[in-house]
């Protein structure tokens, strides 16, 4: 697989006749929310220069384990099962968090190791960067590692490698393209719906965060800052309108988000704004979330609907 730095090569479900393309699916029998936890601590907000390096993150008190625990304790209560793109840098110092996930029937997937973002790698460093990931966190939990996000969500068109690489790494599926402009990446215009990129020997399925519309605008509702700012019955009826179209609603959440008291990081007002707005309500949003729409993970929909034949991980 290739492809040229135009977006619209980038994202070819765009392009319907595109022969590297699978079909798109278009609707769902059984419409449901997929709910997933970038498991990350408090400290790995991008691009705040006084937390940029691993080696300051050693230093720093974690909070991770209370905050993971907490929502684990959640699903449980709603019997939900969610995608857990676990860092790898996490994984690696609190393993026993990835053994608890599998434990409780979460599906394990990558959220990288470091941190980084896509477009600031290069392509070999993005492969090693998802590939160690992936291999410590199936050596970790015993299970197959297929999914894979990037940090910030920032694959680009500065990254026309991407999906080559994820396949080459033995990723099956990806959730990284969000399909609006955005500080961290954003492919504008981007497809909004699953797509399958690749040959059919060599296919990985593009799960683009979801959006919703209010007249001509497209707007994210649905995970991080976005969620947190917007009221609950806007959410509830953006995440109508998507699963009405056909399209699984996937929502995000990191750990930090449902910790009020956590450190907060010297950043502009801008970013303050966007990384802390309303921490206090996050946690009783979630539980309205997860009472309002059945759960499931990325793989569990993959496997119900039938994107392709999926492979043996690597």
């Not at 907000?45 to 304790?73: G, K």
């Not at 119900?304 to 991980?313: M, P, V």
């Amino acid at each position: 697989m290739s492809w040229s730095p135009n977006i619209s090569e980038l994202v070819p479900c765009c392009q319907p006749n595109a022969a590297s393309v699978a079909p798109c699916v278009r609707s769902a029998v059984e419409p449901r929310i997929i709910f997933s936890i970038d498991v990350e601590d408090w400290f790995h907000i991008l691009e705040v220069e006084s937390v940029q390096s691993t080696s300051v993150w050693d230093q720093l008190p974690s909070r991770i384990e209370r905050n993971f625990d907490r929502l684990l304790d959640l699903l449980a209560e709603r019997n939900a099962h969610v995608t857990c793109f676990f860092l790898g840098w996490i994984g690696e110092r609190f393993p026993h968090l990835v053994r608890e996930a599998v434990r409780h029937g979460h599906e394990i997937a990558s959220h990288g190791f470091a941190h980084r973002l896509v477009w600031q790698m290069s392509e070999e460093e993005f492969y090693q960067d998802a590939l160690r990931s992936k291999r410590l966190l199936e050596d970790i939990s015993g299970t197959p590692v297929v999914g894979y996000r990037s940090p910030g969500f920032s694959l680009t068109q500065k990254t026309p490698w991407f999906f080559e690489r994820l396949t080459s790494a033995g990723y099956q599926y990806d959730s990284s393209v969000f399909p609006l402009p955005r500080a961290h990446g954003g492919v504008p215009d981007g497809c909004q719906i699953p797509y399958a990129v690749g040959k059919e020997s060599n296919r990985i399925v593009e799960f683009p965060v979801s959006v919703a519309h209010i007249g001509s605008k497209s707007f994210c509702f649905f995970g991080g800052g976005y969620l947190r700012l917007s009221p609950y019955w806007l959410i509830q009826r953006m995440a109508k309108q998507v699963v009405d179209s056909g399209r699984p609603l996937i929502l995000y959440i990191h750990p930090r988000e449902i910790d009020p008291n956590q450190p907060r990081l010297q950043m502009n007002w801008v970013r303050q704004f966007k990384s802390y707005v309303n921490v206090r309500g996050t946690e009783s949003k979630l539980r309205r979330i997860l009472n309002d729409f059945p759960a499931t993970t990325f793989q569990k929909y993959l496997e119900y609907h039938d994107f392709h034949n999926l492979r043996s991980a690597a």
